[in-house]
């Protein structure tokens, strides 16, 4: 049971961890004077901001009841209805906004500040982009919704909620382990890695949102 759970979480594992800005925030703050604290500091509150959503997500089904004995209930068909629904609506907005050409889309404002960054404001944005952020706000609650309704046990729905939190830090965490494994040619890796994510960032995500939009509607239409 715990596998087909973990099998439910995989895409939105995904979608959150192919997140092209957070991880191009992460390569800027690994081109600071204080790479090594902010970059582990961004990780930590990635985690946390994954693991808090999932969790408060998680209690709530749990007292409301998400599932019947192996049944889900049809409220949370519904649940997924709407962010399925949601998600296709990002994955149009996404596509939408895609550059056109050869020029370097502007980066968020904050990015531009980036290497005034101590660590405690690096944790914060790593929390902010992993909870707050709608498009991983949506994906997060997706996922554990959808492991609430396999009437795990509490323990299990840890284990569960756990893999997708690392999962969900693949991406994020790919440019700290490049730079602490690649030594003097990481910051070549690096750069190289921000300009394709920064070009083709939009494509990324609005194929991804609407794969996974279709999936959560598709999910809640056979739950119904």
Do not use: C
Request: charged share 10%; net charge neutral; glycine share 12%.
């Amino acid at each position: 049971m715990i596998a087909d759970a973990i099998g439910d979480i995989l895409p939105m594992a995904v979608g959150v961890a192919l997140s092209p800005f957070p991880i191009v925030g992460v390569v800027l703050m690994l081109a600071t004077p204080r790479a090594r604290t902010n970059g582990l500091a961004f990780l930590l509150g990635w985690v946390g901001g994954l693991a808090l959503v999932g969790t408060i997500v998680l209690l709530v089904a749990g007292g409301v009841g998400a599932s019947d004995g192996a049944e889900p209930e049809s409220w949370v068909s519904v649940v997924q209805l709407v962010l399925g629904a949601a998600l296709l609506l990002l994955a149009v907005r996404q596509w939408r906004r895609r550059p056109t050409g050869e020029a370097e889309p502007p980066l968020p404002k904050w990015m531009q500040t980036i290497d005034t960054f101590a660590s405690g404001k690096a944790l914060a944005f790593g929390f902010a982009l992993a909870a707050v952020n709608p498009k991983n706000l949506l994906l997060t609650v997706a996922a554990a919704a959808s492991i609430a309704q396999t009437g795990l046990s509490s323990g299990d729905e840890a284990i569960a909620l756990g893999v997708f939190v690392v999962l969900g830090t693949l991406g994020p965490g790919l440019p700290v382990a490049i730079y602490f494994a690649a030594g003097g040619r990481a910051q070549h890796i690096l750069g190289e890695l921000r300009r394709w994510l920064v070009h083709n960032n939009v494509a990324i995500m609005a194929v991804l949102l609407l794969v996974i939009g279709a999936k959560l509607i598709g999910d809640g239409v056979a739950g119904l």
